[in-house]
């Protein structure tokens, strides 16, 4: 039953634990009286903790699997400022009884709801070609897959199963929003272009129980990636029509996706030359920084004080009591 | 009848003029074969254009009023790249006969239907402080004329009449559109920021047939008169209630003014801090790109060219079709 | 007595220790053999110190007051590279007994002749009204109070008691001393934007057994909060007097302040634009600096090296051997 | 015959012309005595110079083809420091009879001797899907006519038709006597870089009478074309083969290509990740920056200076005397 | 007689010039009636101005010398904003019967005095080693006759001869007014860095009827010019002593010279890493700054308004009247 | 024997080491439960090791020299992601018996032969004063003995014994592989150029069992050093022949070594002005970065992964997989 577990984030100095956790970086070592210890990382969809076992063996630390899962029993307390978990007895547990969701960090949102209401918006986009295009992608079912399954980023903002498409999904919501304030805008390119902007993450980052770079992902990044893609869905569909995809259309579209980062420190090798760049541009950023400043404040662990700690992305602290005025 | 008037902005070269302008910077010059003419500046609220006038005499010259208005026939043609005006025949013009809406650049909207729409807008504020504090501002007169004269800047974006109103309520209705996506925002302070956010531009910029900074805008600027005014209004709030305004309102409310450029480089002397600010801050930034986007691709000169001449605000050129796609 | 205390920026390894201080961060732990010990933080004025008592009870522990005062017995020693205490015997200390000066950073300078001093330089403010303004903060008793205890900065300069104060005066007396070089300076308005140029570090830190922003010093700032109370006293004298506040002189003054960092990027909202803005500027970081790089040297804890440790805000180390050549 | 023309960079003040211009951006105008005369820019391969005609009259401005040929005779002058060509009489003169050479800044190696030098180099790859990469852009006609004419830049370097060839062969050769010396890198996978890495300028780039940035090359730019061009090259190879092209090759081959201008700020999307890049962006940047001091120093205008004017891209103005020492 | 000249600084449309000036780039040109007429620039001490003879004949365009003097009758003129002067009558004019002064750009200070009162001040110098080196220096007859005669800088900071010894002096006297504020700085080294740190100018500037780089000046640097000098009269010093000058005392004098600019990016190739390197810094911009404000505000051309043009340098516009309050 | 020796480069966890060391930062410290320990860092040529040893004495503690070697016994493990060696016995040994090539990091190739090339290039050299001045250098005992001693760099590339003769002779190598392909360059300045460009850091850099910045090393810097030796060199050779070397010459070649940093940044007062500056500042940058990519390639300690770990010097990871293609 989930809601008995006691996730790693909720955990506070001085609780009782014994339940199942993920292990990782297990290590046997000496104590200074020459007895034997363990130490490993604990890890569930919320976090991870270290811990410790005392007077341990060498059986014991065999029997820990590499990667896998053990049952514990012990307690959490306070070290140097961070937790740790004191290990008193644990035991191998088998992957194949253990729910999986436990593990993975996933959207809280139900992902068939949210493409299906991503897809609605997009119905919107009345460019014959453009809609054809987005057609080659939704019918790609690897790249529908994907895109149900990426993150947004690896640590900035909706790092976690599905949070590529709460992302594109929130800016597909606030283009829908903020359109008929700005008339002039080609709403088609807009649409069509927060669609596409990030696809390119699915192939940069793999989403498990840790989210990592693909070598492509380091080596040519998310924003060619998407790039390439369109181009290849653009090719088919010349092919197929047994006419060129119309040129420009392409290429302000593959321009939304290389300049959607702004600047080119952050990556985007073009910068915006056409209004509808600027709009995605200042789209994605805001619904990244709402993440990047509400997310730390909700999970601020200092109780005490009224700011978080440094966000470094920020290049400041954040004031957590605006939710609330005096 | 103002549709006969052929603005400046709509000349082109060979074009007859027989109409009233502005004249400024005027000169008496003699040519290499010893004849005198006159140079001048032309002005209507569309901008200005050089203009001569060959074999002039001192008697015109002197005729010609400082800063007042002329009438001129004459024709226009191309200089060095520039369109100039040779001046036939003018004479003086009586300012009380001068439609003045022809000489000032004024917002297009209508000034009372926007304000009371942002009005209607910020009712949506409930928290009592700020609803009280947005009185006070609505219930100065002069700071009421003052923000529906005022432009929203000098050169970058919205540059006339009205403009400050103009932008303050497009950024008022795209807080009001996406402010339910984001729920864990303070639509209070988010609404009531929108609203003060820019205000010091009353104090920053003069608006009449030309837009200036004064000394004050140039020696503090509009962030810090804006705070300044923020705090007056509270203080006077204060003393009539007998009991300080609530210190940490009042901090956030201001903090968002400060912050509200985003980076120390646009003369924030604060980063944002909260989510309000940062959401302030994009909606801030997208309204003025989209003006410094559309503005330049509507107006530019060159019916050729598929880019707009560089933009050094932007660091870029504007490509100018993407409203309509091939 | 105050001589025979060993200040904690004194300790050397292996010293041994028996005296008064202040406590913080109390924890209770278990060794690795099961036994417990105690750490905590041991402070004074002069900076702070880890301590461990071995062998401890529950009992001992409870007994250890939550940000009071305990006379400790034990030894110094190194560990990982710094100094740590490690305690033989402790019981708590009342603080009522304690001398509280031992516990607070504050100038070493006398307070009280300090601020006459500074009095007698701005009294050569010929300028009536900056006079009567200068008049108006003097007989603020909070605001002076205030000044006399603010420190100048967090970390960086003169981070104690009383250091806004010799900051200050330090900058006054270099004004005075290179004013007659530059005698087209205004020498009324350079005398008083040095008086105010930091005054809103008053608001923007507390200073107790630590240096501390408050909420508002993190949201608003010492700038603006300066520039809010030069406009809240000159409000008030305009009131007294029935006649505005020279508003040019007001608009300098403010600029003086607004813009003292000089440069964007270190939180001013404009650059300085007249020479007496350049000149509180130039003076103001040469005080700073002064202390930035005498007190690294001076307080140098290895010895044998001919270089300080990295100096992060001057981005280098500093050679500790200019005061006396070879 | 081609030694018999003045060409435009060759002209000195004072002199005599009579020969065939391009002729662009011609305009009539009205002297201040009434009289009309004639505004023009005479183009050839190597310049541009202004041209005026005094005493003109309507019919023999409408005679002057817009973006055509004219035969001019006239005489030089210098006015306001700039040489310009005062026109005496002029006549039409049709394109089918110009030796379009004159009017096309082309390189002044041999296009064919430099297209198999660097094939030659090539052949040392010994790498089988990368010969078979190479051989696909070496077999499409279309491509390679196009790197035969693309210059190498619009302005920076090898400005001219040709310019894309010299400039990458000259990589290769320097490429081939450097690896001997770095014998751990990939020589592979360097030289197939070397080959590939600015191809997009063939889609960047216009040639003709002016070097332009086509729309594409301005929205997406040659890195990104260049890296799409790859791909689509090696889906041609997995299609024809029947198993994907090895994708780690592909991802590095990538890889050179979009980070050889070595930083964000030059429009790479990716820094350098492998030393092969690193090699290729030297070797890259120091053939650019050879001809970018050496050209101007060459082509000063100012015999009597030591030094050339500014150079915006290099930050600094160029000594003219390194050649020759004292 | 001097003070019956007009100099160029002085001089407003509408008057009449009887007088002698150095006269530089002429030409003869073709009006587009066909009349010859004569440009040339005109040059006193205090400035430049443009100037045209119409009806101008070879013989005349002949007798005027190139870079030499002419006695000119005419009257000036605004032409497109700036003043011109139209010549009715010139001859040559011998270059020895030309009071010099008049044509070159000095300082209004007395050069002997100052000079003298430099050394007055250096003579608080104690250290001996630092004292011979001095005297190394002052007795070095053409370094000394270069130190009176060169200016501080090209553009930004007293340009003009004796420019140097102004800003010497200027320094040391800050210096010595603030070296008892700040009791731990080694005065000795402070003051002869003082002395020294822009020595190099005389090497990097030369100033004649305009101010010049040298070629070494500008591929080498006052600073490194400065740095290299003082290792050879320290050379100097001990092999006329036979023992080493101190290593440390070198090495320290050195480094000030090195890092007084500061900051890399302003040519320093070493950032300050003692108290007086940083003492030298800012009293070395304090006095820059003080004349690149206070002379555009004094020379400001533009009566009416209350803000110079923008100044490059400092990156903002000037408030003009900070030196008069209301 | 050298080959049966461990290095510390190559040590894993649980190994038995039985060895000498150089051992530095030797400390007795007291366990939780009372019983003495010493800690210690054991050192070879080709890194550092932490060191334990638990049950120790004051007896074994004072056995062991300051900075000097003890023979050990013991095993490693792996503590908190670093390898720690725990000493089971240990004791002094005398430094005469000891291999100091097993403590030194020193190039792998053969010093003397490396010098015979870098002068057999150097003989390429035609201009006779440049001749003159490398000779001047090549006579100079102590310079050369340095040369052949210095390391090219404190961390970042060559940091051994040699270092500089390798980075230098590589260089010069390339340089002779590419001046062919640039014949416009003036050889004679840049094989110069390339020999000396680096020679300052004899003087910065001390190599011994550590490298370390001399104190005018940090004060003024390599590229100082550099220029001041060639000004002393030519003033040698001045002396002795009785007429000045060439002065442009030596312009050329001190802006050689001033500009070889490319960018004030990096610390070169001036930026490159003659093709020849630019060769060199490429060259030397390109081999800098084969060594600062190559080496954490190949002596990455995590085998498993595709990339390095982050690389601050160069803004990213490295991916270590290019050498082999798929």
């Not at 993975?104 to 949210?114: C, F, I, N, P």
Request: glycine share 6%; hydrophobic share 40%.
């Amino acid at each position: 039953m989930k809601s008995q577990r006691q996730y790693i984030n909720e955990l506070r100095p001085g609780q009782t634990v014994n339940q199942v956790f993920l292990v990782r970086e297990k290590d046997l070592r000496t104590t200074k009286s020459g007895d034997l210890y363990i130490t490993c990382t604990l890890i569930d969809r919320t976090g991870k903790i270290s811990a410790r076992m005392w007077q341990a063996t060498e059986s014991i630390f065999t029997a820990i699997p590499t990667d896998g899962f053990i049952h514990v029993k012990g307690r959490t307390e306070e070290y140097r400022g961070n937790l740790q978990l004191v290990i008193d007895a644990l035991r191998p547990y088998p992957a194949d009884k253990v729910d999986l969701s436990d593990f993975t960090a996933v959207t809280e949102l139900d992902v068939e709801a949210m493409w299906s209401e991503l897809l609605e918006i997009l119905r919107a986009v009345k460019n014959k070609p453009l809609r054809m295009l987005i057609k080659k992608f939704v019918e790609d079912r690897a790249m529908v897959a994907g895109f149900k399954k990426a993150p947004a980023a690896m640590e900035m903002h909706n790092p976690f199963v599905g949070g590529l498409l709460e992302h594109t999904l929130k800016i597909a919501q606030a283009a829908q929003a903020l359109l008929p304030l700005y008339p002039k805008l080609n709403a088609d390119l807009v649409l069509t272009g927060v669609f596409l902007h990030d696809i390119g993450k699915i192939g940069e980052l793999t989403a498990g129980t840790a989210i990592n770079y693909t070598d492509r992902g380091q080596l040519i990044g998310h924003i060619t990636i998407a790039a390439i893609w369109v181009q290849e869905k653009a090719n088919l569909l010349s092919a197929e029509l047994g006419e060129p995809f119309p040129p420009k259309t392409l290429d302000l579209l593959q321009h939304l996706i290389l300049s959607h980062h702004g600047v080119y420190e952050y990556g985007s090798p073009k910068l915006p030359m056409i209004p509808e760049a600027y709009f995605l541009h200042y789209l994605d950023n805001l619904d990244a920084k709402m993440y990047m400043t509400t997310h730390p404040i909700t999970n601020d662990p200092d109780a005490e004080s009224t700011f978080t700690s440094y966000q470094r992305q920020l290049g400041t602290r954040l004031y957590k009591g605006s939710g609330e005025l005096d």
